[in-house]
């Protein structure tokens, strides 16, 4: 089982990236999905996290400091999950990693499944 995370890259403080997490080997639809970031130095921190509860209703959690910038979506179809990051700050720069657990994934011991990350780079 992997998680592919890709869409990560040098951006502009107040620009857009849109980060995107396709897992193989199985689906992910009863598990929460989340991003993390890490950066040089630092925890792991979380970011946002989405729940199918079936149907069209899902659930998201977001970290405080991305509230409001960020926005974390799923497409069961595609069993993927994305994270559209608005309003980049410097601050933002981190390997940002997809993973996949439990409810509600808001800490990193939560997760039982983490893609390779992808590399979040914003200049001022």
């Known amino acids: 089982v992997q998680l592919q995370a890709s869409g990560g890259g040098l951006v502009q403080a107040g620009g857009s990236l849109r980060l995107s997490c396709a897992p193989s080997g199985r689906t992910f639809r009863s598990y929460a999905m989340g991003w993390f970031r890490q950066a040089p130095g630092k925890e792991r921190d979380f970011v946002a996290a989405i729940t199918w509860s079936g149907g069209s209703t899902y659930f998201a959690d977001y970290a405080d400091f991305v509230k409001g910038r960020f926005t974390i979506s799923r497409d069961n179809a595609k069993n993927t999950v994305y994270l559209q990051m608005d309003s980049l700050k410097p601050e933002d720069m981190a390997v940002y990693y997809c993973?996949?657990?439990?409810?509600?994934?808001?800490?990193?011991?939560?997760?039982?499944?983490w893609g390779q990350g992808t590399l979040v780079t914003v200049s001022s």
């Open positions: 993973a996949a657990g439990p409810r509600p994934l808001t800490t990193a011991r939560e997760a039982n499944y």
